[in-house]
């Protein structure tokens, strides 16, 4: 179980991510000089360019990766050896390591033998861990999957800052209802990862005494956690992130309609100053600028020079 948990890993997932990965740093580089809105807490907030948004989920992929191959040190160790209960009983002294080189030359991996059977035999605590670094994979992914689907929505009564490839004609009743069917696939998939990390963490508690008998069960969710996201993940890549185009029209739109670039002139006014232009503008329904040539404490040229979403990111 271990050499088959390392290896799907090996040559499964981390492929697929890499290639996730390659797909988000291109995006990242195309879309470096196109200036949106920030959000949080899925409110406006100051600007940032595209591609500063698309670097997040870029680094995300790749601190995952790294978390999960140095996640595979635990899985190296193998219990071959150590027989009924851990002693050895039955077999010669040096069978494990033997085995252990063995394994380790024919899969070009550095798997040792355990230095503790007793433990290896009765703890399944590396599962837990390993699969703790697919479950944060898989988190990343979902934000990812949200993030593309609320940049995506609309067309025209939603953000609509982005469009996604059209894989499917979309609604039986809705014509031209294209719908992000690839962040909904990769949403279902994380959410049958986390069921597994929960299985997982349960069935490696169960070790009593010298022996965990949960071991088929930790190793199904475990390859099923790891097909499960690399065919996910190489779906939502193939079909969904190489396509994403930014809408520049209702990027600038909602850029320019944006109450939060009053954030500028904080070191000018003040921040209370600042929020009762907001405030104004919000009430009264004009754009920031008169709300803040009305307050009498900016001038045009004042605004425009401090105001200025390239320079605010």
């Given at each position: 179980m271990h050499i088959?948990?390392?290896?799907?890993?090996?040559?499964?997932?981390?492929?697929?991510?890499?290639?996730?990965?390659?797909?988000?740093?291109?995006?990242?580089?195309?879309?470096?000089?196109i200036v949106k809105i920030g959000r949080t807490h899925l409110q406006d907030a100051t600007p940032l360019t595209l591609g500063q948004e698309i670097s997040a989920w870029a680094f995300m992929i790749q601190q995952n990766t790294q978390m999960i191959e140095q996640s595979l040190d635990f899985l190296y160790p193998l219990a071959s050896g150590g027989t009924a209960v851990g002693t050895g009983l039955n077999t010669s002294a040096d069978f494990g390591e033997k085995v252990a080189a063995q394994i380790a030359l024919d899969t070009a991996l550095p798997f040792t033998s355990s230095?503790?059977?007793?433990?290896?035999?009765?703890?399944?605590d590396a599962f837990v861990f390993v699969h703790g670094a697919l479950k944060s994979c898989a988190t990343?992914?979902?934000?990812?999957?949200?993030?593309?689907?609320?940049?995506?929505s609309g067309p025209r009564s939603g953000l609509g800052?982005?469009?996604?490839?059209?894989?499917?004609?979309?609604?039986?009743?809705m014509p031209g209802k294209v719908n992000p069917?690839?962040?909904?696939?990769?949403?279902?998939?994380?959410?049958?990862?986390?069921?597994?990390?929960?299985?997982?963490a349960f069935a490696a508690s169960?070790?009593?005494?010298?022996?965990?008998?949960?071991?088929?069960?930790?190793?199904?969710?475990?390859?099923?956690?790891?097909?499960?996201l690399s065919d996910a993940i190489t779906s939502f890549n193939d079909h969904c992130a190489i396509g994403i185009k930014p809408n520049i029209d209702q990027i600038q739109k909602n850029l320019d309609q944006s109450?939060?670039?009053?954030?500028?002139?904080?070191?000018?006014i003040g921040y209370e100053n600042a929020a009762k232009i907001a405030k104004?503008?919000?009430?009264?329904?004009?754009?920031?600028?008169?709300?803040?040539?009305?307050?009498?404490?900016?001038?045009?040229?004042?605004?425009?020079?401090?105001?200025?979403?390239?320079?605010?990111?």
């Open positions: 088959a948990s390392v290896l799907e890993i090996k040559n499964k997932l981390i492929p697929s991510l890499n290639r996730f990965h390659k797909t988000l740093t291109d995006l990242t580089l195309e879309y470096k000089d230095t503790n059977k007793f433990h290896a035999l009765s703890s399944k990343n992914a979902l934000k990812i999957a949200n993030d593309v689907r609320w940049l995506a800052e982005i469009s996604i490839p059209e894989n499917e004609p979309g609604s039986s009743i069917t690839q962040s909904e696939a990769l949403s279902m998939v994380v959410a049958q990862v986390m069921g597994n990390d929960t299985t997982i169960q070790g009593n005494f010298e022996l965990n008998v949960y071991m088929p069960v930790i190793i199904y969710n475990m390859i099923q956690s790891i097909h499960l109450l939060m670039l009053v954030t500028a002139l904080n070191p000018h104004d503008a919000y009430l009264n329904k004009t754009t920031l600028k008169e709300a803040a040539l009305k307050s009498g404490l900016v001038t045009a040229d004042e605004f425009d020079r401090w105001v200025n979403p390239k320079e605010m990111i």
